[in-house]
C-alpha cells in the first residue's frame, strides 16, 4: 500500500511557475514508476508526464513538453512537477499517481492516487 500526499498548487499568473510536489509513504518508493495527471473541471483526467522507477526515463504530454520537468527524489520518497511558462489552459487540479500496471499515460492503469492539489493560472 502506498499513500500519496501533493502540494505546491496554488494561483500563479501566465508565464509564471509552480513546483508539485508528492510525498509518498512505503519503503518500496525507489521500486515505484510515477506520474502526474491533472483534470479541470468538466474534462476527464489527462496524463502531464511520467517518470520511471530509476528516475531515468520521463515521458511528456505534448501539451506540457519543454515547459513542465518531472523528477524523483528516492532518498526522500518524493516526486516533483516542475512547471514554468504557465498558461490559463494548465488550470487544473493535479493528481501524482502509483502502482502502474500497464500504459503509462492511461489513468485507470494506476492503483494510487493523491488526493489532488489545485493549480490555477490567472491571465
Known amino acids: 500500500q502506498v499513500q500519496l500526499v501533493e502540494s505546491g498548487g496554488g494561483l500563479v499568473q501566465a508565464g509564471g511557475s509552480l513546483r508539485l510536489s508528492c510525498a509518498a509513504s512505503?519503503?518500496?518508493?525507489?521500486?515505484?514508476?510515477m506520474g502526474w495527471f491533472r483534470q479541470a473541471p468538466g474534462k476527464e483526467r489527462e496524463f502531464v508526464a511520467f517518470?520511471?522507477?530509476?528516475?531515468?526515463?520521463?515521458y511528456y504530454a505534448d501539451s506540457v513538453k519543454g515547459r513542465f520537468t518531472i523528477s524523483k527524489d528516492n532518498a526522500k520518497n518524493t516526486v516533483y512537477l516542475e512547471m514554468s511558462s504557465l498558461k490559463p489552459e494548465d488550470t487544473a487540479v493535479y493528481y501524482c499517481?502509483?502502482?502502474?500496471?500497464?500504459?503509462?499515460?492511461?489513468?485507470?492503469?494506476?492503483?494510487?492516487w493523491g488526493q489532488g492539489t489545485q493549480v490555477t493560472v490567472s491571465s
Open positions: 512505503g519503503r518500496t518508493f525507489s521500486t515505484y514508476a
Open positions: 517518470i520511471n522507477w530509476s528516475g531515468g526515463g520521463t
Open positions: 499517481a502509483a502502482g502502474l500496471r500497464g500504459t503509462y499515460y492511461r489513468s485507470d492503469e494506476y492503483d494510487y
